[in-house]
């Protein structure tokens, strides 16, 4: 083991938005080093393929130079131990959020127990956003600027946008 802090944070990044990049500022202030991860096959339909969600957070992320970007498949756990991290961040932005991320970390924590999660809090100005959200209003015309990097609104639109290939 290196000694480091190393924390993982783990998502489908479909795509990244803001409320994610103030989680990994805040989180590259706190950890020495914080590997953004993304899950190579999720089980839900994603909007954009792999290489385009981390060629987005890596663009994001340039200026932060503790952040790394990588993508793991299969267990989270077994991602996190070949990456000698011992600590899983999520983020919290509401209620809602917390069974889901209950019910992750516990499960995580019974796959290897010496793996901790740790959660924050993105500020309250991005407590409503979610990729789902962005991706539904982008898909019917509505403005994106506020919530998605001017790099990932402009992939966004010609991704999904109205009169876009897939939208
Ligand atoms: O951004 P998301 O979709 O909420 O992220 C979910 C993610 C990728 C963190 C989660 O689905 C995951 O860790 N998948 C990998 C498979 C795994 O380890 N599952 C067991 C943990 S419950």
Redesign the pocket.
């Known amino acids: 083991m290196s000694g480091k802090r190393v924390a993982i944070y ?5 795509p990244i938005t803001y409320g994610h990049l103030d989680l990994i500022e805040r989180a590259a202030r706190q950890f020495e080093e914080l590997a953004v ?3 190579e096959h ?1 089980s ?1 339909e994603g909007a954009f393929p792999l290489s385009e969600r981390l060629a987005m957070i890596r663009e994001s992320v340039s200026h932060l130079d503790n952040v790394r970007v990588a993508s ?1 498949d ?6 996190a131990r070949q990456e000698d991290a011992r600590l899983i961040l ?1 983020g919290i932005r509401a209620v809602s959020d917390y069974e ?1 991320e209950l ?2 970390a516990l ?2 924590r019974k ?1 290897e127990p010496d793996i901790e999660t740790v959660f924050m809090l993105p500020s309250e100005t991005y407590s409503y956003l979610s ?1 789902r959200l962005v991706k539904e209003v982008c898909r019917h015309g509505g403005r994106i600027d506020e919530f998605v990097p001017p790099h990932v609104a402009v992939r966004l639109r010609s991704m999904l946008g109205p009169g876009a290939r897939n939208s």
Not at 10 to 14: A, M
Not at 74 to 79: I, R
């Open positions: 783990p998502g489908s990044f479909d991860a993304v899950l999720d839900k793991f299969g267990l989270l756990v077994d991602f999520r889901y019910q992750m499960m995580n796959l990729s």
